[in-house]
Structures are given as structure tokens and as C-alpha cells.
């Protein structure tokens, strides 16, 4: 296993990006496409029903946009 010193600041930059940032495209078929589950203001969910997958997914997304900048 690599060991890498990750820099949690950018990450957790990317993370917040993911929750609470709409792409550009709307055409969700695209890979950068991305839909905010959470108000970048309020805080507070976008849809009723968000859950911890939803999260997740916003992470592993952030996880490999950080991975590809470095």
C-alpha cells in the first residue's frame, strides 16, 4: 500500500465543492457532471431523502478529483 501525506485542507475544499456545488452541464451522462445534495449558504439538504450514499459518493468523487491533481 502507498503511503501518501494527504493534504486535508484541498480535500476537504473538493468534498464541499461536491455537496453543495451544481456542474456546469446538465447532461448527467457526462463524468464531471455533478447535482448539490446540501445549500452552500443555509447548510441545510437540497432534497428530502438525502442520505449517507449520497454523501459518499460525493467523497469518493472528491477523493479521485484530488488524486488526479496530484
Not at 25 to 42: C, L, V
Request: aromatic content about 12%; proline content about 1%.
Amino acid at each position: 500500500m502507498r503511503q501518501t501525506k494527504i493534504d486535508m485542507g484541498v480535500l476537504r475544499k473538493l468534498f464541499l465543492k461536491w455537496l453543495t456545488e451544481d456542474s456546469v452541464t446538465e447532461d448527467a451522462r457526462r463524468k464531471e457532471f455533478n447535482q448539490a445534495i446540501f445549500d452552500p449558504t443555509e447548510g441545510f439538504q437540497c432534497f428530502n431523502g438525502t442520505d449517507l450514499d449520497m454523501v459518499m459518493e460525493k467523497f469518493d468523487k472528491a477523493v479521485r478529483e484530488y488524486e488526479k491533481g496530484e
